[in-house]
């Protein structure tokens, strides 16, 4: 950890030497500048609606003040020895684990809400749900859960000896019975948008909502993978649509946002894309460079996003033949 804090404050002085402002429209750092000036641009850690920083979570939990933050969206390391993790025993997982979500706790604000998006823990041929390993956590600080949200997609690994994981889920936890919940803001077209009561005091007029349905619990969006719009150097990316979804229905604009395992930033973006404030953390400095460029190209109008809810795409007899 050490390694990575040096450089990264090598980064920063760098950066005051060449005098970078934070609103400077590039800021990427060891990546490839084929076609752009060779020297290196490197962005200050914050700016005015965004702070973002290469540092452990805790430590930068730690930094922020108790009941600050209204959104906690995260999905932490599955202890599967990803590029970016060290695996570990499982009862080590569920320790430092235990240690972030109770940083997370004091700093959720009393109507805020904490959402945790977790797979499996795979250990030989057997599967370890970490929702359900993790819950325990979560109610020891009395949090309440709101949804177990199932995130479906079609694309993974494909498994010979059970059937292939096609599913995450995100707990959705609040402090109390006082939270945020926009259900408006987050509604999905209807199934029939026409149907009308056929009978009663209210026939001839619409049944359904003219605003659309709630998406239920269960939402189809597609991982990122080698074809997503979104793809980055990142191999467990978050898609921006589902972390938009929660953004909207469970903030509201100025509120902040916090992602203590921030990766590539896309809680970050879809906190800013609705005039949320965004804070976040990695301790790998290229993956926190992504998440700047990223943040910049928002700002620049050109970022490029799968929007939230277009329909999944399903292909059709003829392009197959």
Request: net charge positive; proline share 6%.
């Amino acid at each position: 950890m050490a390694r990575i804090g040096t450089k990264y404050n090598s980064l920063l002085e760098q950066a005051a030497v060449e005098s970078v402002v934070a609103t400077h429209s590039d800021s990427r750092v060891g990546t490839n500048t084929k076609g752009r000036n060779s020297k290196s641009v490197v962005s200050l850690p914050r700016d005015k609606d965004a702070t973002v920083v290469c540092q452990d979570n805790i430590s930068f939990m730690r930094s922020l003040d108790a009941g600050s933050i209204n959104l906690i969206v995260t999905s932490p390391p599955y202890n599967l020895g990803k590029e970016y993790e060290s695996k570990t025993s499982l009862a080590t997982y569920i320790e430092s684990q235990s240690e972030t979500i109770a940083e997370a706790v004091r700093l959720l604000s009393p109507t805020g809400s904490i959402c945790w998006q977790v797979g499996n823990y795979v250990d030989g041929s057997e599967v370890y749900p970490l929702d359900i390993l993790l819950y325990p956590l979560f109610k020891k600080h009395d949090l309440k859960l709101r949804n177990r949200i199932v995130w479906s997609f079609g694309h993974g690994l494909h498994c010979q000896n059970r059937f292939s994981g096609r599913h995450e889920t995100i707990l959705w936890f609040t402090k109390s019975d006082d939270y945020v919940f926009n259900l408006d803001e987050v509604r999905v077209p209807s199934k029939y948008p026409n149907k009308k009561h056929f009978k009663g005091p209210n026939k001839g007029q619409l049944s359904c909502n003219p605003l659309g349905k709630n998406p239920a619990d269960v939402w189809d969006m597609p991982n990122v993978k080698a074809n997503h719009v979104e793809k980055l150097d990142h191999p467990c990316q978050f898609p921006v649509g589902l972390v938009e979804r929660l953004v909207l229905a469970l903030t509201n604009k100025g509120d902040t946002v916090l992602d203590p395992y921030m990766g590539v930033g896309s809680s970050a973006i879809a906190a800013l894309m609705h005039k949320r404030k965004a804070y976040g953390c990695d301790i790998t400095p290229e993956y926190v460079a992504l998440a700047w460029e990223r943040i910049r190209q928002l700002q620049a109008g050109t970022l490029r996003i799968r929007p939230m809810n277009k329909p999944v795409y399903e292909p059709t007899l003829r392009d197959s033949e």
